[in-house]
């Protein structure tokens, strides 16, 4: 599948972090916290990554698991001193290592978010969860962005329908849990015209499967896998979490 071109990420946080400062954004964090508060509290663990693009937007809180880590692609003002600076598509931690993943609009914005989600499961233990938000192709903010045609966020990104979703969850050996929608409403920041309007709500809300502007994706990771022995000793790592080594090289080899 080919992707359309996304802005490069130091063109693409600012405006989106603005965004959801705005009263429509806010509507959609309010939104995917109250879908992350009815699902994170059953997962449960020992390592959860957060993978997302504004470090304000924490969507861990009713997480159970102990160590929690956020991962940007680029260092913020106000970031945690619990935060990985990495690209998503090539994700510093071991594999089969973490209980819980979630993508906060990561694969809106990725250049190849196919490959954003192969990390995700790579790192994955068997049997981990991975939590993805993003904005829904088959609803009216998802037509909205199809007729504005902007590139700037949030209605330039790639837009990934439910159906491949599935797809690409499929091909990488996860189970799709549970699936849900919220913000049913037109993207309409006037509550004037949203009042007005209030009917195309209602008919969205029934129609089968997920029509709002947020789509949340709970996927398992069914890969069948071994527990490994972990040596008595332990290593101090400055985040407690189980980040990749760098591989030796040959530079600085005597001949």
């Known amino acids: 599948m080919k992707f359309n071109e996304q802005l490069p990420v130091e063109q693409l946080i600012p405006p989106l972090c603005q965004w959801f400062d705005t009263p429509l954004g806010q509507e959609v964090i309010l939104a995917e916290q109250a879908l992350s508060e009815s699902v994170l509290p059953t997962l449960f663990g020992y390592h959860l990554l957060q993978v997302g693009l504004d470090h304000r937007q924490v969507l861990f809180e009713a997480s159970p698991v102990s160590r929690k880590v956020m991962l940007m692609p680029q260092m913020q003002l106000g970031a945690g001193p619990l935060t990985i600076i990495a690209d998503h598509a090539e994700l510093p931690v071991c594999s ?60 330039g990104g790639h837009l990934i329908s439910h159906g491949r979703l599935q797809d690409w969850l499929s091909l990488l050996q996860m189970t799709e849990v549970k699936a849900q929608s919220a913000c049913h409403h037109l993207p309409l920041e006037s509550h004037l015209w949203r009042r007005r309007l209030a009917l195309f709500e209602r008919l969205s809300r029934r129609v089968p499967g997920c029509s709002g502007a947020v789509l949340m994706v709970l996927a398992r990771k069914d890969v069948a896998g071994m527990t490994p022995i972990r040596p008595g000793w332990k290593r101090n790592r400055l985040l407690s979490l189980p980040v990749a080594e760098p591989k030796p090289t040959a530079r600085g080899k005597s001949i």
Request: without cysteine; hydrophobic residues 45%.
């Open 96 to 155: 089969n290592e973490l209980d819980v993943v979630i993508l906060h609009h990561a694969l809106d914005y990725a250049a190849n978010p196919h490959q954003v989600l192969r990390e995700a499961a790579r790192v994955l233990r068997p049997g981990g969860f991975m939590l993805s938000f993003s904005f829904n192709p088959a609803s009216y903010w998802g037509l909205w962005s199809r007729l504005k045609r902007s590139d700037m966020p949030p209605w």
